[in-house]
Protein backbone atom coordinates (compact mmCIF):
# COMPACT_ATOMS: atom_id res chain seq x y z
CA UNK A 1 0.00 0.00 0.00
CA UNK A 2 1.04 3.30 -0.60
CA UNK A 3 0.25 7.06 0.40
CA UNK A 4 0.10 9.78 -2.06
CA UNK A 5 1.07 13.02 -1.33
CA UNK A 6 -19.08 48.59 17.71
CA UNK A 7 -18.75 53.01 17.75
CA UNK A 8 -15.73 51.73 16.30
CA UNK A 9 -17.12 48.44 17.44
CA UNK A 10 -20.72 49.17 14.97
CA UNK A 11 -18.02 50.50 12.22
CA UNK A 12 -15.55 47.26 11.64
CA UNK A 13 -19.42 45.14 11.81
CA UNK A 14 -20.47 47.51 9.29
CA UNK A 15 -17.35 46.89 7.16
CA UNK A 16 -17.30 43.10 8.00
CA UNK A 17 -21.49 42.74 7.27
CA UNK A 18 -20.95 44.97 3.69
CA UNK A 19 -21.53 43.06 0.88
CA UNK A 20 -18.48 41.95 -0.82
CA UNK A 21 -17.61 39.36 -4.09
CA UNK A 22 -18.17 35.69 -3.47
CA UNK A 23 -14.47 35.11 -3.05
CA UNK A 24 -13.06 32.67 -0.12
CA UNK A 25 -11.07 34.35 2.65
CA UNK A 26 -7.57 32.78 4.21
CA UNK A 27 -9.51 31.73 7.25
CA UNK A 28 -12.15 29.55 5.08
CA UNK A 29 -11.99 25.88 5.30
CA UNK A 30 -10.78 23.20 2.52
CA UNK A 31 -11.68 19.82 4.47
CA UNK A 32 -10.06 18.34 1.33
CA UNK A 33 -6.65 18.70 2.74
CA UNK A 34 -7.66 16.44 5.72
CA UNK A 35 -7.54 13.34 3.47
CA UNK A 36 -5.01 10.20 2.93
CA UNK A 37 -4.88 9.30 -0.61
CA UNK A 38 -4.00 5.29 -1.31
CA UNK A 39 -2.84 3.54 -3.63
CA UNK A 40 -4.06 0.15 -3.08
CA UNK A 41 -2.56 -1.70 -6.52
CA UNK A 42 0.46 -0.26 -6.73
CA UNK A 43 -0.13 1.90 -9.99
CA UNK A 44 0.66 5.37 -8.98
CA UNK A 45 -2.75 6.48 -9.31
CA UNK A 46 -4.69 6.97 -6.39
CA UNK A 47 -7.97 4.53 -5.25
CA UNK A 48 -9.64 5.57 -2.10
CA UNK A 49 -9.52 8.77 -0.23
CA UNK A 50 -9.66 8.46 3.70
CA UNK A 51 -10.91 11.32 5.80
CA UNK A 52 -8.45 11.99 8.91
CA UNK A 53 -11.07 11.79 11.57
CA UNK A 54 -8.90 12.69 14.18
CA UNK A 55 -8.15 15.78 12.67
CA UNK A 56 -10.64 16.56 11.57
CA UNK A 57 -12.57 16.21 15.02
CA UNK A 58 -9.75 18.13 16.91
CA UNK A 59 -9.95 20.85 14.26
CA UNK A 60 -14.09 21.45 14.80
CA UNK A 61 -13.52 21.42 18.37
CA UNK A 62 -11.39 24.38 18.08
CA UNK A 63 -13.08 25.77 15.60
CA UNK A 64 -16.86 25.35 17.58
CA UNK A 65 -15.22 27.38 20.63
CA UNK A 66 -14.82 30.83 18.24
CA UNK A 67 -18.39 30.33 16.83
CA UNK A 68 -20.04 28.86 20.67
CA UNK A 69 -22.70 30.97 21.86
CA UNK A 70 -21.73 34.50 23.37
CA UNK A 71 -21.72 35.15 27.19
CA UNK A 72 -20.81 38.67 27.68
CA UNK A 73 -24.11 39.35 30.40
CA UNK A 74 -24.01 39.25 34.40
CA UNK A 75 -26.62 37.00 36.04
CA UNK A 76 -29.16 39.96 36.18
CA UNK A 77 -31.39 39.80 33.50
CA UNK A 78 -32.92 42.84 31.40
CA UNK A 79 -36.11 42.92 33.00
CA UNK A 80 -39.39 42.42 31.46
CA UNK A 81 -39.35 46.23 29.82
CA UNK A 82 -35.88 45.92 28.97
CA UNK A 83 -33.80 45.71 25.70
CA UNK A 84 -30.02 46.04 24.59
CA UNK A 85 -28.39 46.22 21.56
CA UNK A 86 -24.65 45.72 21.67
CA UNK A 87 -21.85 44.80 19.21
CA UNK A 88 -18.57 42.48 19.79
CA UNK A 89 -15.11 41.73 18.53
CA UNK A 90 -13.67 39.11 20.22
CA UNK A 91 -10.47 37.05 19.92
CA UNK A 92 -9.87 33.35 20.29
CA UNK A 93 -6.44 31.29 20.33
CA UNK A 94 -6.29 27.85 18.64
CA UNK A 95 -3.49 25.80 17.91
CA UNK A 96 -1.92 27.10 14.96
CA UNK A 97 0.94 24.83 14.80
CA UNK A 98 -1.34 21.58 15.00
CA UNK A 99 -1.59 18.95 12.02
CA UNK A 100 -5.58 19.86 11.64
CA UNK A 101 -5.44 23.60 11.25
CA UNK A 102 -3.74 22.76 7.73
CA UNK A 103 -7.27 23.00 6.57
CA UNK A 104 -7.50 26.96 6.99
CA UNK A 105 -7.18 28.03 3.87
CA UNK A 106 -4.59 30.64 4.65
CA UNK A 107 -2.20 27.18 5.21
CA UNK A 108 0.40 25.81 2.72
CA UNK A 109 -1.09 22.39 2.75
CA UNK A 110 2.27 20.28 3.07
CA UNK A 111 2.98 22.78 5.98
CA UNK A 112 3.01 20.76 9.04
CA UNK A 113 4.12 23.17 11.68
CA UNK A 114 2.92 26.46 11.09
CA UNK A 115 -0.55 27.28 9.69
CA UNK A 116 -1.54 30.77 9.75
CA UNK A 117 -2.41 32.94 13.17
CA UNK A 118 -2.25 31.87 16.16
CA UNK A 119 -5.90 33.84 16.83
CA UNK A 120 -9.22 33.44 15.55
CA UNK A 121 -11.18 37.09 15.06
CA UNK A 122 -14.75 37.30 15.28
CA UNK A 123 -17.16 39.89 15.48
CA UNK A 124 -20.89 39.95 16.60
CA UNK A 125 -23.75 41.98 16.72
CA UNK A 126 -26.78 41.08 19.13
CA UNK A 127 -30.05 41.86 20.73
CA UNK A 128 -31.00 40.94 24.02
CA UNK A 129 -34.57 41.47 25.54
CA UNK A 130 -35.77 40.84 29.31
CA UNK A 131 -39.52 38.91 29.28
CA UNK A 132 -41.89 39.18 32.14
CA UNK A 133 -42.54 35.99 33.80
CA UNK A 134 -43.71 35.75 37.34
CA UNK A 135 -40.75 33.57 38.81
CA UNK A 136 -38.06 32.68 37.10
CA UNK A 137 -37.64 36.18 35.06
CA UNK A 138 -36.56 34.72 31.61
CA UNK A 139 -34.44 37.22 28.85
CA UNK A 140 -33.40 36.03 25.38
CA UNK A 141 -30.97 37.02 22.67
CA UNK A 142 -30.39 36.40 19.53
CA UNK A 143 -27.58 37.41 16.49
CA UNK A 144 -24.95 36.78 14.29
CA UNK A 145 -21.06 36.38 14.45
CA UNK A 146 -18.84 36.78 11.42
CA UNK A 147 -14.99 35.00 11.01
CA UNK A 148 -13.02 37.74 9.70
CA UNK A 149 -11.85 36.59 6.35
CA UNK A 150 -14.17 33.94 5.84
CA UNK A 151 -17.47 33.14 4.49
CA UNK A 152 -18.37 31.84 8.02
CA UNK A 153 -21.27 33.36 9.81
CA UNK A 154 -23.28 31.10 12.97
CA UNK A 155 -26.50 32.55 13.52
CA UNK A 156 -26.98 32.37 17.83
CA UNK A 157 -30.10 32.60 20.15
CA UNK A 158 -30.06 31.93 23.78
CA UNK A 159 -32.61 31.93 26.35
CA UNK A 160 -31.51 32.80 29.75
CA UNK A 161 -33.07 32.16 33.85
CA UNK A 162 -32.37 34.26 36.53
CA UNK A 163 -32.43 32.03 39.33
CA UNK A 164 -32.37 34.63 41.57
CA UNK A 165 -31.69 38.49 41.61
CA UNK A 166 -32.51 42.28 42.02
CA UNK A 167 -30.87 41.51 45.68
CA UNK A 168 -28.82 44.54 45.08
CA UNK A 169 -28.69 45.79 48.54
CA UNK A 170 -27.88 42.75 50.35
CA UNK A 171 -24.76 41.11 50.30
CA UNK A 172 -26.03 38.20 48.06
CA UNK A 173 -25.01 36.92 44.01
CA UNK A 174 -27.57 36.69 41.14
CA UNK A 175 -27.66 33.79 39.99
CA UNK A 176 -28.97 32.67 36.27
CA UNK A 177 -29.00 29.61 34.16
CA UNK A 178 -28.53 30.03 30.37
CA UNK A 179 -29.01 27.82 26.97
CA UNK A 180 -28.37 28.72 23.77
CA UNK A 181 -27.32 27.74 20.50
CA UNK A 182 -25.07 28.61 17.42
CA UNK A 183 -25.49 27.50 13.90
CA UNK A 184 -22.88 27.45 11.49
CA UNK A 185 -23.08 29.51 7.77
CA UNK A 186 -21.11 29.82 4.95
CA UNK A 187 -19.11 26.59 4.34
CA UNK A 188 -19.84 23.62 2.18
CA UNK A 189 -17.83 21.24 3.36
CA UNK A 190 -19.18 21.56 6.64
CA UNK A 191 -22.29 20.80 8.90
CA UNK A 192 -21.75 22.47 12.42
CA UNK A 193 -24.31 22.97 15.57
CA UNK A 194 -23.07 24.25 19.02
CA UNK A 195 -25.34 23.85 21.90
CA UNK A 196 -23.90 25.66 25.28
CA UNK A 197 -25.48 24.92 28.61
CA UNK A 198 -24.03 27.70 31.23
CA UNK A 199 -24.60 29.08 35.61
CA UNK A 200 -23.33 32.13 36.37
CA UNK A 201 -23.09 34.33 39.19
CA UNK A 202 -22.63 37.99 39.39
CA UNK A 203 -23.44 41.00 41.61
CA UNK A 204 -24.43 44.87 41.06
CA UNK A 205 -22.39 47.51 42.84
CA UNK A 206 -23.19 51.09 42.22
CA UNK A 207 -20.80 53.60 41.88
CA UNK A 208 -21.58 56.92 42.51
CA UNK A 209 -25.22 56.53 42.05
CA UNK A 210 -24.21 57.52 38.06
CA UNK A 211 -22.25 54.00 36.91
CA UNK A 212 -23.59 50.52 37.67
CA UNK A 213 -20.90 47.43 37.44
CA UNK A 214 -21.56 44.07 37.40
CA UNK A 215 -19.02 41.76 37.51
CA UNK A 216 -19.69 38.06 37.34
CA UNK A 217 -18.60 34.70 36.98
CA UNK A 218 -19.35 30.92 35.74
CA UNK A 219 -18.88 27.66 33.91
CA UNK A 220 -20.12 26.26 31.19
CA UNK A 221 -20.44 23.13 28.57
CA UNK A 222 -20.02 22.84 24.55
CA UNK A 223 -21.91 20.29 22.65
CA UNK A 224 -20.80 20.52 19.16
CA UNK A 225 -22.56 18.49 16.79
CA UNK A 226 -20.32 18.11 13.58
CA UNK A 227 -21.72 16.23 9.84
CA UNK A 228 -19.16 16.25 7.15
CA UNK A 229 -21.13 17.04 3.57
CA UNK A 230 -19.48 15.49 0.10
CA UNK A 231 -15.87 16.33 0.04
CA UNK A 232 -13.66 16.49 -3.31
CA UNK A 233 -9.80 16.16 -1.79
CA UNK A 234 -8.67 16.79 -5.63
CA UNK A 235 -10.79 19.96 -6.62
CA UNK A 236 -8.27 20.87 -9.49
CA UNK A 237 -8.58 18.08 -11.20
CA UNK A 238 -12.18 18.05 -13.48
CA UNK A 239 -13.73 14.95 -13.03
CA UNK A 240 -15.35 15.05 -16.34
CA UNK A 241 -11.95 15.45 -18.50
CA UNK A 242 -12.14 11.54 -19.81
CA UNK A 243 -8.41 10.94 -18.56
CA UNK A 244 -9.41 10.98 -15.38
CA UNK A 245 -12.95 9.74 -15.02
CA UNK A 246 -12.04 7.92 -11.70
CA UNK A 247 -11.36 11.05 -9.70
CA UNK A 248 -15.20 11.18 -9.37
CA UNK A 249 -14.72 7.43 -6.87
CA UNK A 250 -12.68 9.74 -4.69
CA UNK A 251 -15.79 11.91 -3.39
CA UNK A 252 -15.96 10.83 0.22
CA UNK A 253 -17.86 12.29 3.59
CA UNK A 254 -16.34 11.85 7.17
CA UNK A 255 -17.87 9.44 8.96
CA UNK A 256 -20.56 11.14 11.48
CA UNK A 257 -18.42 11.23 15.03
CA UNK A 258 -20.22 11.50 18.65
CA UNK A 259 -20.92 15.04 19.72
CA UNK A 260 -17.54 17.09 21.25
CA UNK A 261 -18.09 18.02 24.80
CA UNK A 262 -15.89 21.03 26.05
CA UNK A 263 -15.46 22.93 29.44
CA UNK A 264 -15.25 26.88 29.76
CA UNK A 265 -14.80 28.84 32.31
CA UNK A 266 -15.79 32.71 32.21
CA UNK A 267 -15.34 35.88 33.55
CA UNK A 268 -16.51 39.01 33.13
CA UNK A 269 -17.95 42.83 34.07
CA UNK A 270 -20.18 44.77 32.59
CA UNK A 271 -20.10 48.92 33.26
CA UNK A 272 -22.95 51.01 32.49
CA UNK A 273 -23.90 54.86 32.02
CA UNK A 274 -27.03 55.73 31.61
CA UNK A 275 -28.09 53.57 28.11
CA UNK A 276 -24.94 52.83 27.34
CA UNK A 277 -22.39 49.89 28.42
CA UNK A 278 -19.34 48.35 27.66
CA UNK A 279 -18.71 44.99 28.88
CA UNK A 280 -15.06 42.72 28.85
CA UNK A 281 -15.00 39.28 29.05
CA UNK A 282 -12.16 36.37 29.15
CA UNK A 283 -13.31 32.78 28.71
CA UNK A 284 -10.72 29.28 29.02
CA UNK A 285 -12.14 26.63 27.04
CA UNK A 286 -10.07 23.31 28.67
CA UNK A 287 -8.50 20.90 26.49
CA UNK A 288 -10.83 18.74 24.49
CA UNK A 289 -10.98 15.04 25.58
CA UNK A 290 -13.96 13.25 24.36
CA UNK A 291 -13.63 10.42 22.43
CA UNK A 292 -15.36 9.05 19.10
CA UNK A 293 -15.58 5.03 20.22
CA UNK A 294 -15.80 2.55 17.76
CA UNK A 295 -16.42 -0.49 19.40
CA UNK A 296 -13.88 -2.99 18.69
CA UNK A 297 -11.46 -0.57 16.61
CA UNK A 298 -8.05 0.52 17.77
CA UNK A 299 -7.11 4.09 18.26
CA UNK A 300 -6.68 6.58 15.11
CA UNK A 301 -3.03 7.97 15.19
CA UNK A 302 -2.27 10.54 12.66
CA UNK A 303 -2.09 9.54 8.62
CA UNK A 304 -4.46 6.47 8.91
CA UNK A 305 -5.97 4.81 6.71
CA UNK A 306 -9.16 3.25 8.32
CA UNK A 307 -12.07 5.37 9.42
CA UNK A 308 -13.16 2.07 11.92
CA UNK A 309 -11.14 3.83 14.64
CA UNK A 310 -11.60 5.54 18.05
CA UNK A 311 -10.55 8.96 17.03
CA UNK A 312 -9.69 11.42 20.64
CA UNK A 313 -10.13 15.38 20.59
CA UNK A 314 -6.85 16.53 21.02
CA UNK A 315 -7.77 20.30 21.14
CA UNK A 316 -5.41 22.44 23.50
CA UNK A 317 -7.35 24.98 26.14
CA UNK A 318 -8.44 27.83 24.12
CA UNK A 319 -8.29 31.77 25.95
CA UNK A 320 -10.97 34.00 24.22
CA UNK A 321 -10.90 37.82 25.50
CA UNK A 322 -14.00 39.72 23.97
CA UNK A 323 -14.80 43.24 24.16
CA UNK A 324 -18.68 44.37 23.18
CA UNK A 325 -20.49 47.65 23.82
CA UNK A 326 -23.98 49.23 23.34
CA UNK A 327 -26.90 50.90 24.41
CA UNK A 328 -29.54 49.05 27.51
CA UNK A 329 -33.07 50.50 27.27
Not at 60 to 89: K, N, W, Y
Not at 214 to 229: I, K
Not at 235 to 257: T, W
Not at 296 to 315: H, I, N, R, V
Request: net charge negative.
Amino acid sequence: MRRLGVSALLALFATAAAPAPAAAGDNDLILGRLVLLVDDTGSGMPTRAVGQSLELRSLVSELGVALAPRLLAPADTLGFGGFQFSADIAWTSISNDARWWRAMRSSPAADATSHGAAMLPTIGLFARKGIWFPVPSIEFGAGAVHLFDSKIWSGQAYVKLALQEGYHDLPVPSVAVRGGVSRMLGQKDLDLTIISMDGSVSKHVGVGSTWGLDPYAGYGALLMVPRSEVIDPTPEIDPLDPMFVSDRALNFVFKDQDDILRHRLFLGAKLQYYVFELTMEATLALAGSSVDSRAGSDACTFDSTTTACDTTDQAGSQRSFTVAAGFDF
